[in-house]
């Protein structure tokens, strides 16, 4: 059940709470792209099975490769 803001010290907790979780989100991200690009980089498995293992889309894979993706640094 979702907590209610009464306030806006509780919409303010409500908010860090979401700047966690995407900052949770881009870190589990990054750690997901370099993990891509290990197992490319090995040599041993096709942009497929890179794409389905890591559950993205096979264009994702090769962008990743490319180090492209859209907040890298």
Same mark, same amino acid.
């Given at each position: ?13 409500? $908010? @860090?709470?979401?700047?966690? /979780?995407?900052?949770?989100?881009? &870190?589990? %991200? ?17 942009? $497929? @099975?890179?794409?389905?293992? /890591?559950?993205?889309?096979?264009? &994702?894979? %090769? ?11």
């Amino acid at each position: 059940m979702r907590k209610k803001a009464r306030d806006l010290d509780d919409l303010r907790e409500l $908010a @860090e709470g979401v700047r966690d /979780a995407e900052q949770t989100l881009d &870190t589990a %991200r990054r750690n997901r792209d370099e993990g891509i690009r290990d197992v490319r980089r090995a040599g041993q498995h096709t942009v $497929a @099975e890179i794409a389905e293992a /890591a559950d993205v889309s096979e264009p &994702t894979v %090769r962008v990743v490769v490319r180090g492209i993706r859209p907040g890298d640094k």
